[in-house]
């Protein structure tokens, strides 16, 4: 079993003991993420390209002879969460256990016998960071639910990105979040020192190497600690935008309009803001395709001034950043990142940067004190290399 750092299968095994008195059948973990590039395309049919954080959320699970769900996590250990899967719906239980719930519910939907499970979570990915804490938390139960109902689901790829739809199911229907597949299908399909690039059209993923160590560089992921929230209203009026643009246009998702024809359909749109919506996503796509390119031929300087290009692009055309990410990535670019991009949903949030490795320290306390200037809340940056997926641990 692999050892992983930031390790909590001690921990969720030791509180899951406490909770039911016996140990665990198992620990299986699951990573947050961080997009490189491809935001707010995944649900217009688009690229993304995340890697998987090293920070992840472990599950210690049993199956139960009823058909009820316990489930705690090591966070909130006076609060247990009890309910019977046939009453899992919208809203109940709500809170963070309706992404536990929900994953209970789709795989039910989905046609598998799912048992009454005991479940104690815990978690180093940070929550409220936009680095999909509740992605990880859905997908480290159904790696557990996969294996303890011998459901097979993790063993192929196919197998996994059927995991993550139905992942995304529960968070829809069952948390109310309306986001699209990018958390999920990097949780489960993400692989070591890779990025994947997910194509959310057809649903066909590839692996991109990706090891910026071995260029001398590091990617510096920095959480602003301005809060965020996915289901505010403006992620879901983004969405909306975007569909009712595609009506207009005729097409089924904006995936189909190509940067060449992008001024012929601009001109068919109903005002600026739809059109620079739109002008988002296609450019967006694009740089998607342009940063694989990049990293095929080692062309780190190239990602860099793409990083730049995306969060300009989400700052003035998507309008999902905020003053804080707009004053990181700045302050990581003066002091020498070779480019920086808010990553995630946004309206908060983590941005990421490249940065030489020799300058890791200068550029996380360059944005530390642009921060204390602007009086915000410090922020906590941090390195990362690509992590592993969903996986048994113990
Ligand atoms: C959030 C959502 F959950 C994803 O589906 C994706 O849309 C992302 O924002 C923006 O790229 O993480």
Request: proline share 5%; glycine share 10%; aromatic share 4%.
């Amino acid at each position: 079993m692999t050892q992983r750092p930031d390790d909590r299968t001690a921990a969720v095994t030791e509180g899951f003991r406490q909770m039911v008195g016996h140990s665990p059948t198992g620990v299986w973990s699951a990573p947050g993420r961080v997009n490189l590039i491809g935001e707010h395309t995944d649900y217009n049919g688009g690229l993304c390209l995340p890697i998987a954080l090293p920070q992840r959320t472990y599950a210690a699970v049993s199956t139960r002879g009823d058909r009820t769900l316990r489930v705690r996590s090591l966070e909130r250990p006076h609060e247990t969460v009890e309910i019977d899967l046939a009453e899992i719906g919208p809203d109940h239980p709500g809170g963070w256990a309706a992404y536990v719930a929900g994953v209970l519910w789709a795989l039910e939907r989905d046609g598998h016998a799912v048992p009454g499970l005991d479940v104690v979570v815990g978690s180093s990915v940070p929550v409220g960071a936009g680095l999909s804490s509740s992605a990880a938390l859905e997908c480290s139960v159904a790696a557990a639910v996969s294996d303890l109902a011998a459901l097979g689901l993790l063993e192929s790829t196919e197998g996994r990105a059927r995991l993550a739809r139905l992942c995304v199911e529960a968070e829809n229907v069952i948390a109310g979040a309306p986001t699209g597949g990018l958390d999920q299908s990097a949780s489960l399909l993400c692989a070591e020192r890779s990025a994947l690039l997910l194509d959310c059209r057809s649903g066909e993923t590839s692996q991109v190497p990706f090891d910026l160590a071995s260029r001398g560089l590091t990617l510096l992921v920095t959480d602003t600690r301005a809060p965020h929230a996915l289901v505010d209203g403006q992620y879901a009026a983004r969405r909306a935008a975007c569909e009712e643009a595609a009506r207009v246009l005729g097409v089924d998702t904006l995936r189909e309009i190509s940067v060449d024809e992008l001024d012929a359909a601009s001109a068919r749109l109903p005002d600026d803001v739809v059109r620079a919506r739109v002008r988002h996503v296609v450019t967006e796509i694009d740089r998607v395709e342009q940063t694989v390119a990049a990293l095929g031929r080692d062309d780190l300087a190239a990602v860099g001034r793409l990083f730049d290009a995306s969060h300009a692009s989400l700052r003035d055309d998507y309008e999902v950043s905020c003053p804080e990410l707009d004053v990181a990535t700045a302050t990581a670019r003066a002091h020498g990142a070779l480019g920086a991009r808010m990553t995630g949903g946004g309206f908060g949030g983590s941005c990421i940067a490249i940065v030489p490795a020799d300058a890791v320290d200068v550029v996380a306390g360059a944005i530390a004190t642009a921060f204390e200037a602007h009086g915000y809340t410090p922020p906590a940056s941090f390195a990362v290399v690509a992590g592993g997926p969903a996986a048994r641990d113990a």
